[in-house]
Nanobody, 124 residues
Framework: QVHLVESGGGLVQAGGSLRLSCEVS????????MGWFRQAPGKGREFVAA????????NFADSVKGRFTISRDNAKNTGYLQMNTLKPEDTAVYYC?????????????????WGKGTLVTVSS
């Protein structure tokens, strides 16, 4: 079993930044690809960013491209999502998830394990 715990969410003004962390335990983090997803109130879960198990290739949703960065430190069993120039429409619960399948997969059901999420609220 793999356990994921997100942290770093909070309230920030538009234009501000936050850094989310995802601590993974239970299995070798370096074996898993990682993704970040989000779910805004009343909406479905959507893809935000993905990174391969090695930390090489990355992929982003068009809505966050150029503003968000995804990274990981396999030695610390932790992944990160750096969010800059935040907008009110970025308000959502952010989830990290891992899988052994394609690292670039955007469907939420492509991921094997999920955290419980961390709330990000961006005020205008």
């Amino acid at each position: 079993q793999v356990h994921l715990v997100e942290s770093g969410g909070g309230l920030v003004q538009a234009g501000g930044s936050l850094r989310l962390s995802c601590e993974v335990s239970g299995r070798t983090f370096g074996s898993y690809n990682m993704g970040w997803f989000r779910q805004a109130p009343g909406k479905g879960r959507e893809f935000v960013a993905a990174i391969s198990s090695s930390g090489g290739p990355t992929n982003f949703a068009d809505s966050v491209k150029g503003r968000f960065t995804i990274s990981r430190d396999n030695a610390k069993n932790t992944g990160y999502l750096q969010m800059n120039t935040l907008k009110p429409e970025d308000t959502a619960v952010y989830y990290c998830a891992v899988n052994l399948g394609p690292w670039y997969a955007r469907r939420w059901d492509s991921r094997d394990y999920w955290g419980k999420g961390t709330l990000v609220t961006v005020s205008s």
